[in-house]
Nanobody, 125 residues
Framework: VQLQASGGGLVQAGGSLRLSCAGSGHTFSTYGMGWFRQAPGKERDLIAAISGSGDNTYYADSVKGRFTISRDNAKNTMYLQMNSLKPEDTAVYYC???????????????????WGQGTLVTVSS
């Protein structure tokens, strides 16, 4: 599957953005999906994940209650709604796909087989 992330940009602290990740192919629902982010000088960390069915989700503590992951399998697209953004949310955001994770949200980086190109989110104070 090929992934294309979009929706990044510059926003003031307290603002909102919605990221999208469009996938190719006809088997999008067989992939668990995740959003990672990587700030300068830091590792790429998982912040949210969703099962292929969309029934199960996972959030890192740093974004819980502010970010919402969702997917529309009919449109082969995953979303990340980001509210109450903070300067520390500034990073390149990547979407990724984990084959076969239909029932469970993949929580480990090694589970992910495919990666999008990343989209930059900058939150100004």
């Amino acid at each position: 599957v090929q992934l294309q992330a979009s929706g990044g940009g510059l926003v003031q602290a307290g603002g909102s953005l919605r990221l999208s990740c469009a996938g190719s192919g006809h088997t999008f629902s067989t992939y668990g999906m995740g959003w990672f982010r990587q700030a300068p000088g830091k590792e790429r960390d998982l912040i949210a994940a969703i099962s292929g069915s969309g029934d199960n989700t996972y959030y890192a503590d740093s974004v819980k209650g502010r970010f919402t992951i969702s997917r529309d399998n009919a449109k082969n697209t995953m979303y990340l709604q980001m509210n109450s953004l903070k300067p520390e949310d500034t990073a390149v955001y990547y979407c990724a796909a984990a084959y076969g994770r239909v029932a469970n949200a993949p929580r480990q980086k090694y589970e992910y087989d495919y990666w999008g190109q990343g989209t930059l989110v900058t939150v100004s104070s």
